[in-house]
């Protein structure tokens, strides 16, 4: 059992049946929509959660650099999307080379320049190989991250994929996340609107021909707004293509008790679907210097604090029983090791006692623990992932 003394703390766990239940949630939905799964690996970076992913029925997985497009080749991913300019000589070439030497496997990634598309003509020339690269023309808007700005330069930089012998033009791509951080105010409105640039842009670039194969992908979503991103893109009309709709949402198989529990879109009153936390971080407490004042032995090295500290759950004795909710314990700071827990003055929290928080943002969760204990609802270890990061 996680807390009988037998495991040393701090301990991130992960709770199997809150992940099973994600999986299934999200591949309903997909079902239900009719639209593709690629989650994004790096959230997780495990080969186990990774093939749970695929096993339920996602179409690719997503990374984010070359070194991750590796990793997952070696999980044994058969299809992988590289959400990213690829620029990097290096990875344009091992990725070519893996490709001629592994047949079996598919690539894809986003191009949003011509210099860009340039470099990976020049790679590939130098290679001297029989393959092509599938790429998407990432769309984005101002002020927000990689992707083309204007329908000109889409075109143009569409244009020049088309025209290369080393490259072909598969879809167009984005991301919404970095337009905004809330559903409030004008936030669905902004994601929709960008949404709609996305399918405008896609409509314009398939009239001049410039995509190859007879579907096209639209491919717009991180964790939180993929439903907005959903109920758009699905109305895209293509004049002379087959639109499919893929996302990549990465977090929802963890879920978390912060940033995702506010804004994801399965957490939205009225969702026919749910999610469910399951990271949680578990500590013992090292001190309780004054009244209202405790700290527990897990800190910024543990857990995430880039977007929200840990939300405290749970106590238990130090001999690991009597679980209760932590009611007023709140975190106020994170040292490197050391967590500032806001108590009642009159809780009997003592030193050696348990502490059980959940988590806000489980990408920089997964990042610092290389094995993740695997626990059921009474917190019984039942297995273990690893993470490659």
Not at 70 to 79: D, L, T
Not at 173 to 180: I, K, N
Not at 203 to 224: C, H, K, Y
Request: hydrophobic share 45%; with cysteine; charged share 20%.
């Amino acid at each position: 059992m996680l807390t009988d003394g037998t495991v040393f703390s701090p301990v991130m766990v992960l709770k199997d049946s809150a992940v099973a239940h994600n999986i299934a949630e999200l591949r309903a939905y997909c079902e239900t929509e009719q639209v593709l799964l690629a989650p994004h690996g790096k959230t997780t970076m495990s080969p186990e959660l990774t093939h749970a992913q695929l096993e339920a029925g996602a179409w690719a997985i997503t990374a984010a650099t070359p070194a991750q497009v590796r990793a997952f080749w070696e999980f044994g991913v058969p299809r992988v999307l590289l959400a990213n300019e690829l620029v990097d000589r290096a990875g344009i070439a091992w990725i070519a080379q893996h490709l001629a030497d592994a047949g079996e496997h598919e690539f894809l990634c986003y191009v949003d320049s011509v210099q860009g598309i340039r470099i990976m003509e020049e790679v590939l020339a130098g290679l001297d190989l029989d393959l092509t690269l599938d790429v998407l023309v990432e769309i984005s808007t101002t002020g927000g991250r990689t992707g083309v700005r204007t329908l000109a330069e889409a075109m143009q930089v569409a244009r020049a994929a088309s025209e290369s012998p080393y490259l072909n033009v598969r879809g167009v791509a984005g991301y919404e996340g970095a337009l905004v951080s809330s559903r409030e105010g004008d936030s669905v409105q902004v994601i929709a609107s960008y949404c709609r640039h996305v399918a405008d842009i896609a409509a314009a670039l398939d009239e001049q021909q410039l995509f190859d194969g007879p579907t096209v992908i639209l491919s717009v979503g991180g964790g939180a707004y993929f439903d907005i991103v959903v109920d758009e893109l699905k109305k895209a009309v293509l004049p002379r293509s087959e639109p499919v709709v893929l996302i990549r949402s990465g977090s929802y198989v963890s879920h978390d008790d912060g940033l995702y529990d506010r804004i994801a879109a399965f957490a939205q009153p009225g969702s026919a679907h749910s999610l469910k936390p399951a990271l949680e971080i578990w500590g013992r407490v090292l001190s309780r210097p004054e009244g209202g004042l405790a700290f527990a032995d897990f800190g910024r090295r543990d857990v995430p604090f880039d977007q929200g500290l840990p939300v405290v759950l749970h106590v238990r004795n130090r001999d690991g029983q009597g679980q209760r909710p932590a009611e007023g314990f709140i975190v106020t700071a994170l040292n490197d090791q050391h967590a500032y827990l806001s108590i009642p003055d009159d809780d009997p929290l003592s030193p050696g006692d348990w502490i059980g928080c959940g988590i806000s943002h489980p990408c920089t969760a997964f990042d610092k623990w290389r094995h993740i204990p695997l626990v059921d609802d009474e917190y019984v270890v039942t297995g273990s992932v690893t993470t490659y990061f």
